[in-house]
């Protein structure tokens, strides 16, 4: 039996900004780079969570404290819950992408797009992989015990059994380091 070549020009990177979504960046940088991919970083708003406990960790506070300086207003207002974190967030992606680009012991990799969206997460990341023409979806999971390890997270879960395209699902590490 023959194998087909497999082939992937676009990878979509879906991220909830948390800490531990890094593993699952991790990967998907490294295939891209593998394969000579490029990557859409996507961000997905679904409710108004705290965006200071979803960018601390991702990028380094001193660049954090840089992305509110540009943009002060907006971040403030923001962080009070009275507009739209769209730019922010954005910086941030974009910031944590130039810095894994940057460094030279990183795996170096094509940024197609830097996206945050507004709406249901699991339509959010299908819809973007196909208007985006991605080959495979990279997000990370949560694994928080028995139950957790048999079912991978609702929205992983969700965004594997709707897609038309493969979907690597990473299991993000749990705060108790297993």
Known sequence: MILPK????????????????????????DLASRYDAGLIIVHVIDEHPSLEEKIVGY????QWEEIKKRNEDEARSA???????????GDVLDRFAKD??????????RTDGIMVVRGNPVEQILQQ????????????????GSLA????????????RRSRIPVLVVRLPSERGE
Not at 129 to 144: F, Y
Not at 149 to 160: K, L
């Open 100 to 109: 894994a680009i940057e460094n030279p012991e990183q795996v170096s990799f």
């Open 6 to 29: 497999v082939k992937i020009r676009r990878i979509l990177y879906a991220t909830d900004l948390s800490e531990n979504a890094k593993p699952a960046f991790s990967f998907a940088a």
């Open 149 to 160: 390890d048999a079912m991978i997270g609702s929205t992983a879960r969700r965004v594997v």
């Open 129 to 144: 992989s196909v208007e985006n023409g991605c080959d495979l979806i990279v997000m990370g999971t949560h694994g928080e």
């Open 59 to 62: 990028v380094r506070a001193e």
């Open 79 to 89: 962080l009070i819950g009275k507009v739209s974190h769209r730019t922010l967030i």
